[in-house]
């Protein structure tokens, strides 16, 4: 009889090269055609106009896998990202966690949903709170959803929420001005996990680290995907970091996506030209290979917003934006 192999870790996923797609079941996050509109006053004419941030992208994201999302800065990234957390909410689209339409829920609805998707920034600094500890700041998720803990098992939770970021208890009790950058993030990154989520927003997670401390960050979020099967929407501008972390990927441009695919589709077999010049931009490792390199640019429209256009599909799960 022919035992089954243990499952793949994402980790291992990651490392074949033709990975196997993610089981057909359905997907943690279905996002449908959102989009943002902010109000904007033209200072030509006085007058009152909107401005699309995001006009309506789709994607999904099955559990346990990891979605880049990359762009040019502007392209609207930061803005999904505030949109599917509903901390703005978007004037468009639906986005569907676990099957429930978040954009249709009040805020006392919203609250337990709360829990199954965290968000972390950029800036691990102005996300903590200069007053609180750090072990304070990372409980406090659990008092505000499953309110006051006898403080034995409250001590419990946050020492071993330190210890999986790896920061010992001496930690605890200190300050944010305290910590280094790669630290803080660490501490983020446990008050994230505080609630045990399933889904995390990582909106350019690594940018504002030194690059050696990046490394390490990036290994503790593929070890926490790895333990706990969590899954990523890593927004980043650092295309090396994406194909090394990522499963799919979706390329941005001015408020909708304009290709996405499997990391090997996207880097091996890009299709769109901006996609094409993005990559084109980006360093290689070998001088000769950098110095025989072609770049290629892509210019739309100047000013203007992308026109009415619809995804191609060019293989299987590989799309392309074609403008109508
Ligand atoms: N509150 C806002 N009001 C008006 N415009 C905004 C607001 N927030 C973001 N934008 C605009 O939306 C666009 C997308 O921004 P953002 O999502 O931050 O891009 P990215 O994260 O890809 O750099 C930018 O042109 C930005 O200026
Ligand atoms: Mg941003």
């Not at 709170?129 to 939770?157: K, S, Y």
């Not at 010992?168 to 790669?182: A, C, K, L, Q, T």
Request: net charge positive.
């Amino acid at each position: 009889m022919n035992h089954a192999p243990p499952p793949a870790t994402a980790t291992e996923r990651r490392a074949t090269s033709h990975a196997p797609s993610p089981p057909a079941r359905p997907p943690l996050l279905q996002v449908e055609g959102l989009s943002k509109e902010y109000p904007v006053n033209s200072p030509w004419f006085g007058r009152r106009g909107v401005f699309t941030a995001v006009g309506g992208v789709s994607f999904s994201l099955a559990k346990g896998e990891t979605l880049g999302l990359v762009g040019e800065s502007g392209s609207g990234k930061s803005t999904v990202a505030r949109c599917l957390m509903q901390l703005e909410r978007p004037t468009g689209g639906r986005v569907l966690l676990e099957g429930q339409d978040l954009a249709q829920l009040g805020q006392s609805e919203l609250r337990p949903l709360r829990r199954v998707m965290q968000i972390i920034f950029q800036d691990p600094y102005s996300a903590l709170n200069p007053r609180m500890t750090a072990g304070r700041f990372v409980a406090d998720p659990i008092i505000i959803h499953e309110g006051r803990q006898p403080r034995q098992a409250l001590e419990q939770r946050v020492e071993a929420l330190f210890a999986k970021v790896g920061l010992d208890n001496s930690h605890i009790h200190r300050y944010p001005h305290e910590f280094s950058g790669g630290q803080r993030q660490r501490i983020c990154i446990a008050r994230a996990l505080a609630l045990s989520p399933r889904l995390i927003v990582a909106d350019e997670p690594i940018t504002a680290l030194d690059v050696s401390i990046q490394a390490q960050i990036i290994n503790l979020l593929q070890q926490l995907q790895d333990e706990q099967g969590l899954s990523y929407l890593f927004i980043s501008h650092d295309l090396g970091m994406v194909r090394h972390i990522c499963h799919r990927v979706a390329v941005m441009l001015r408020g909708m996506i304009v290709e996405t695919g499997s990391v090997e589709d996207i880097f091996n077999d890009p299709r769109h030209l901006y996609t094409q010049a993005l990559l084109s931009a980006t360093l290689e490792a070998d001088p000769a290979l950098e110095r025989s390199k072609k770049r290629t640019f892509y210019s739309p429209t100047p000013a203007g917003r992308l026109t009415a256009g619809y995804m191609r599909e060019v293989s299987p799960g590989h799309f392309v934006r074609e403008e109508l």
